[in-house]
């Protein structure tokens, strides 16, 4: 069964850092786009970054410059570094795993979900 375990969410000031990790379980982690969402009250999830299996990134306009995607293969796990973090940050954040097959499918598989509330 396929698993994305999501750690590291929690509480921090205005203007800290903090970093997620999402290891997989089940899945050929190196043949995986690896992202990161996240989904604030009210509003719908929205990409913060992904990483493809040949190690180019793409980040939302908000996040570049703060936010960092990284991944080590041999530990099938993903980082979101984040700095500068502001309180429009806080949200539930969540890894997601996908392998486009065609240009209309793609194996699919999202984490439950870590909360970061970025608060003073």
């Known amino acids: 069964q396929v698993q994305l375990v999501e750690s590291g969410g929690g509480l921090v000031q205005p203007g800290g850092s903090l970093r997620l990790s999402c290891t997989a379980s089940?899945?050929?982690?190196?043949?995986?786009?690896m992202g990161w969402y996240r989904q604030a009250p009210g509003k719908q999830r929205e990409l913060v970054a992904v990483?493809?299996?040949?190690?180019?990134?793409n980040y939302a306009d908000s996040m570049k410059g703060r936010f960092t995607i990284s991944r080590d293969n041999a530990k099938n796990t993903v980082y979101l570094h984040m700095n500068s973090l502001k309180p429009e940050d806080t949200a539930v954040y969540y890894c997601?795993?996908?392998?486009?097959?065609?240009?209309?499918?793609?194996?699919?598989?999202w984490g439950q979900g870590t909360q970061v509330t970025v608060s003073s």
């Open positions: 089940g899945i050929i982690f190196s043949i995986y786009n």
């Open positions: 990483m493809f299996t040949a190690g180019g990134t």
């Open positions: 997601n795993a996908r392998r486009p097959i065609t240009v209309l499918t793609s194996n699919d598989y």
